[in-house]
Each structure stands twice: as structure tokens, then as C-alpha cells.
């Protein structure tokens, strides 16, 4: 039997290792983290874990030169109640790229929680859903662009302002449900996790 030290470790390197294998390309290690039926909700996709990977791939494989990216996990708290555990780690999303043919430098702070189980011995994660506390988009090169200026950080959902445009200047769509840090959509995320921990039925 493990021990509580044990669990928690365990449940802490799923963040850690996943986002080795995310920035290394190595997606059968990334899908390892994850049980098979698991979801993710996060800035531009809200679909099965499965779904998501292939167009990870695909994505870094159409990188340019000098082009690329990086999840660095900070903090992290961990609440486990027997064989199931909430993870929620601070993320930093770093990320190089073109678009419209300038080079910019993306900097996402966020937050991952994870409702994470343990099956057969081996924990992994079953909802994935990033919060969004704050972002923001400068030119590597060059004078930032008119549309890069005229960013309102006013908003309710200024916390993924800059991720927002930029998947709109790449023809992407940012789910209604994605998470922004402070909001409502967070309190009840919170809500919901915590009556799926605290669940003793297995539903």
C-alpha cells in the first residue's frame, strides 16, 4: 500500500512529466499521464484528451524555424480523498511564433485542475481544465501592430485576451467555456470538483 507521500508525489509528476513530453514532442508520453476517456477544456480545444493529441502533432509539426514552445509548472496543491485527488498546479505558457508573418513572444499565466483518479495502482488524470489569470503578446522583432494595440484589457475575460487574438488571427475559435481566472465559470468549476472528490459512490 502507498502512502500518503507517496500518492502526493505521484499526483504532483503528472503536471511535471506532462509537460516534458508536451515541449519534447513526445505524445505517447504526454497521452500517458491521462486515462484513456479523459477530457480537456482549455484556451482553444474542449474535447477527449485522444482527440487533442494528433493535433498537438500536427501543430508542432508545422512549426517554422525559430518557432517553439514551453509549459513551465510552478506551485501546486494536491486534495486527494482515497483513489481520487484534485490537482491544481500554476502554469506558465511560453510560446515563440509567426503570425501574419511578425515574430512574437506569448506569455500565459495559468492555472491547470485536474481531477485526477487512481486505477489498477496508477494515477492519472480524467479532467483537464485550464484557468486563465492573465496574458500578454509581444513583438520579438519589430513595432507591435495596430491590431496588437488596440487590445482592450478592460473586460471580463481579459485574461486570455492576448490567447484569444491570437487564435483568432490563426482562424481559431476560443470555446465559450474556457476558464478565466476570478470568474464564475470558476467558482462552479470549483464547485463541481469538489463534489466529484468528495463523491464516495464512484459516480
Given amino acids: ?12 509528476s503528472l503536471r511535471q512529466r506532462w509537460a516534458f513530453h508536451r515541449d519534447q514532442g513526445d505524445f505517447a508520453g504526454m497521452a ?9 477544456s482549455i484556451s482553444w480545444f474542449n474535447g477527449k484528451v485522444a482527440d487533442l493529441v494528433p493535433l498537438l502533432a500536427a501543430s508542432d509539426a508545422a512549426r517554422k524555424p ?13 486534495d486527494q480523498r482515497g483513489d481520487r485527488a484534485l490537482l491544481e498546479s500554476d502554469m506558465a505558457i511560453l510560446i515563440r511564433e ?16 485536474d481531477q485526477v483518479e487512481r486505477r489498477a495502482g496508477t494515477w492519472g488524470i480524467v479532467r483537464w481544465t485550464a484557468i486563465f489569470d492573465k496574458d500578454r503578446l509581444d513583438p520579438a522583432q519589430g513595432e507591435a501592430p ?10 471580463p475575460d481579459a485574461g486570455l485576451a492576448f490567447m484569444r487574438l491570437r487564435q483568432r488571427r490563426k482562424g481559431r475559435d476560443v470555446p465559450a467555456s474556457t476558464v478565466v481566472g ?22
Fill in 146 to 155: 495596430a491590431w496588437l494595440r488596440e487590445v482592450d484589457l478592460a473586460t
Fill in 1 to 12: 500500500m502507498s502512502s500518503a507521500t507517496d500518492d502526493d508525489l505521484a499526483i504532483r
Fill in 98 to 113: 509567426y503570425i501574419d508573418g511578425q515574430l512574437f513572444d506569448y506569455t500565459g499565466h495559468c492555472r491547470f485542475l
Fill in 32 to 40: 500517458g499521464c491521462f486515462h484513456p476517456e479523459a477530457t480537456a
Fill in 66 to 78: 525559430g518557432e517553439h514552445g514551453k509549459h513551465w509548472v510552478g506551485n501546486c496543491r494536491v
Fill in 182 to 203: 476570478g470568474s464564475e465559470a470558476e467558482r462552479q468549476l470549483r464547485r463541481d470538483a469538489w463534489a466529484w472528490l468528495e463523491r464516495r459512490d464512484g459516480q
